[in-house]
């Protein structure tokens, strides 16, 4: 998953340890801070690049530092795991089958 420029410099994608996920407040999918955060806290996560911040488990990053690369990621959530993790093939929190269903649970009932 990347584009021609991803496959230009990004390894990552090329070995199929990462994804782009598109933050788009045009569609009812989530906001790139709840991608992000959503991914930081996955087991299987081990990078995530987001709106010109940087989060590494390897480096054992608490925060996340700033993102200092020609592309900040406003548009989009780069997410990377660890390769030990890559047969682990349960969906993540935003994909569109998790997401929808967690968002039309029932709101409370209507007190009038
Ligand atoms: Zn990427």
Redesign the pocket.
Known sequence: M?DAA?AKR?SA?NRGD?A?VTHDETTAGPHGDVIAALALADPRTRLVIWNGRIWNRERGDKAWRPYAGANSHAT?V?VEILPARRGDASPWPWSPEIWTAARSWPSAPDQT
């Open positions: 990347g991803h990004d994608h990462a782009d989009h780069h």
